[in-house]
């Protein structure tokens, strides 16, 4: 394999002209400058990565932490970034949670182990880190976007949905069916995205005459394991309800697989609505209705903002992230009477 010696000697030329040439930085002489790409033509010359990283001096590499490598949220959001760091000659780098501590602690493990790897910059999600956690980080890695997430100081670097508003889309969409039993099964109490749908979706409720007292809630952890355990949690109080809000699809899928189970109609006795609209959301049983979410945006858009600070490109970087609802199956209006007795 030829390496940049090679292109060098049969050029005439010294190897810090050939790696200017290269790189396309620094002054050559127009009749030298062609010299040497007829060589690389001829050797069919390709630079290693190690070789490109140091005639940039970056690595081309982007680092990028999720929680959890499982389920159907984190993977077309991975698919995303490595489509887009490859259609421009990078590459990335992931890690996530694994090891002993809790979630903050592999976080900070997860993300120092990407640094030490020299990425040109980080892509963060995760709901454990705090503000302080970022600002540490920004010591020794000043190019960080965080997806999902907005902390009050740093705002520029922060890409999400408006999960608030998410949370009204949701209310709406069961109001607007004529659902007034409405039960709700929400993510982890620490997960700050929940808490603004949750608060977004109860708000709504209250808007139009449904306290918050009145709506059943189950807490769970964004697993279908989760939504079927709590499906069996609602099902066994002997509340009557109509509807039921999970806060996000996966949930939703263990709701609709436990119903199945126990011979409940959906939509014809209790509607089921999702939350993110990710793609398993069009293979349940029936079909389910689900607010969408629009990361592959968010995620591009945060891409684009990072990139800018890495390699100084001017890629469009937008933070406008409509809401709206994807309706399926799984929502219908509200039955006469609920598996549980009249209304």
């Known amino acids: 394999m030829a390496t940049i010696k ?45 070789a490109r990283s140091l005639l940039s001096g970056s690595s081309q590499m982007i680092g990028v932490y999720i929680p959890a490598l499982k389920g159907t949220y984190y993977t077309p959001i991975l698919q995303v970034i490595d489509t887009e760091l490859r259609n421009k000659g990078r590459h990335m780098v992931v890690a996530f949670g694994q090891g002993e501590g809790d979630e903050r602690s592999q976080a900070m493990e997860g993300l120092q182990f990407l640094i030490e790897r020299d990425c040109d910059g980080l892509v963060v999600m995760s709901n454990a880190l705090e503000e302080e956690d970022v600002k540490t980080l920004r010591n020794t890695q000043r190019n960080i976007v965080v997806l999902n997430r907005v ?15 998410g949370g009204v889309v949701a209310a709406q969409a069961l109001l607007a069916h004529k659902h007034k039993r409405i039960a709700v099964i929400s993510g982890p109490a620490n997960s700050p995205d929940n808490a603004a749908r949750i608060r977004g979706f109860m708000e709504e409720l209250a808007r139009n005459g449904i306290p918050q007292h009145e709506v059943f809630t189950v807490a769970s952890d964004f697993s279908p394991e989760g939504g079927w355990a709590a499906a069996q949690t609602l099902l066994a109080s002997q509340k009557k309800f109509s509807a039921i809000f999970c806060a996000n699809d996966e949930t939703a899928m263990g709701v609709l697989s436990h119903f199945q189970q126990e011979g409940i109609s959906v939509p014809g006795e209790i509607s089921v609505l999702g939350y993110d609209d990710t793609q398993s ?13 629009p990361m592959r945006e968010v995620t591009l858009n945060g891409l684009n ?4 600070r890495c390699y100084d490109s001017d890629l469009p970087v937008s933070r406008d992230f409509p809401i709206r609802m994807t309706w399926r199956a799984s929502v219908g209006p509200a039955p006469r009477a609920t598996k549980l007795g009249p209304r």
């Open 6 to 50: 090679d292109v060098a000697r049969l050029a005439g030329v010294g190897v810090g002209t050939a790696s200017r040439v290269i790189s396309g930085k620094g002054s050559v002489a127009p009749a030298t400058a062609q010299r040497v790409r007829e060589v690389i033509a001829e050797l069919n010359f390709r630079p290693s990565h190690a």
């Open 151 to 165: 902390f009050k100081r740093g705002k520029e670097q922060c890409f999400s949905a408006d999960h608030v508003q």
């Open 281 to 293: 959301a069009e293979y349940t049983a029936p079909r389910l209705s689900s607010v969408h979410i």
């Open 305 to 308: 903002w990072l990139m800018n």
